[in-house]
């Protein structure tokens, strides 16, 4: 048996694992785009907070050693580009036969469609955090984020560590408007508010963005020499287009993670499951095992573990169901 996991986060790492405790002979490869171990993709805003830097014990998910001792195939930089038939293209045109495919390429960073957006950075991934924390290093006094949710709270709180002047932009009237009540949403925000450095803009969005600044839509124009996005995610659905899969947002699954084609499964936020993707940590690990155990052959189906939403920043210690 021939496993191949394009992805190189906890839904690809997990697939592995739960893989070859099915099959202890199964040829078992993993293609991660990024070029460094599987890690914990939440800790990323963190580090962009002054004096943090890489603890590799809790930051990666396994160390190196780990993948040679379980006979697994860890490929780092190496991107997947598209399905031919029963082989998985890299970008270097290298072809890898499968068996069975699982396909945990996780999600883009959402890009709203804004003039001057190329200005924007965004925070997905490894690297993406190494170019912020270097710009940010070389000093910053204005910075923006599009997007009021967990990950725009926790970036900006890294930046007060730094005591940049910080203004998140949310186009919802208050935060959180599915989780909490609109009095819990005030109480939120005048507490927010009250913060050094910080400013919270509800009910308005970004019209224009500049190297200098970034326009409203209200017309306000505020100063920021770096501007971030952080207004959600899609899912990375190259790989499964290629492929000719049934997709929705996602790769379309059933509750053993198999796509509609049977020899294709799918993982993590790449995969959509009764009409909903799951953009979460223990969702992704979960998935994972599901989609490892059953293209290795074992049985095994899907729970969505719906942990609530946890906010944990900003002198904030939310959590939401």
Request: net charge neutral.
């Amino acid at each position: 048996m021939n496993i191949v996991i394009a992805g190189g986060g906890p839904a690809a790492l997990e697939s592995a694992i739960a893989a070859r405790k099915c099959d202890a002979s199964a040829r078992i490869t993993l293609c991660s785009a990024e070029n460094c171990l599987p890690y914990r993709r939440p800790a990323l805003s963190g580090l962009l907070a002054a004096g943090k830097k890489v603890d590799e014990k809790t930051f990666y998910i396994k160390p190196a050693d780990f993948f040679t001792g379980e006979n697994i195939n860890f490929m780092p930089g190496c991107k997947a580009v598209a399905v031919k038939g029963k082989n998985l293209l890299l970008a270097n045109n290298e072809l890898i036969a499968f068996d069975r495919l699982i396909l945990a390429t996780g999600s883009e960073a959402f890009r709203p469609p804004v003039p001057g957006g190329e200005y924007a950075c965004v925070l997905r991934s490894c690297q993406d955090m190494i170019q912020l924390s270097g710009r940010l290093d070389r000093g910053v006094k204005h910075a923006v984020i599009i997007g009021g949710g967990v990950l725009g709270l926790e970036i900006a709180d890294s930046l007060l560590s730094r005591q940049i002047d910080t203004a998140v932009v949310e186009t919802s009237p208050r935060l959180f408007p599915a989780k909490l009540t609109e009095s819990d949403a005030d109480a939120l925000a005048g507490r927010l508010n009250a913060l050094d450095h910080f400013r919270l803009i509800c009910g308005d969005s970004a019209a224009r963005i500049t190297p200098r600044s970034v326009t409203l839509a209200s017309g306000e124009e505020l100063p920021a020499e770096l501007v971030i996005f952080a207004a959600g995610s899609r899912p990375d659905l190259t790989l499964a287009k290629t492929a000719g899969i049934e997709c929705g947002r996602g790769v379309i699954v059933n509750k053993c993670m198999q796509s509609s084609r049977e020899d294709i499964f799918a993982a993590g936020d790449t995969a959509e499951f009764n009409g909903r993707c799951f953009n979460l940590y223990m969702d992704a690990v979960a998935s994972g095992k599901t989609a490892g155990t059953n293209a290795a052959g074992c049985q095994n189906e899907f729970t969505a573990k719906l942990s609530p939403v946890r906010l944990f920043a900003l002198g904030e210690k939310l959590v939401m169901e």
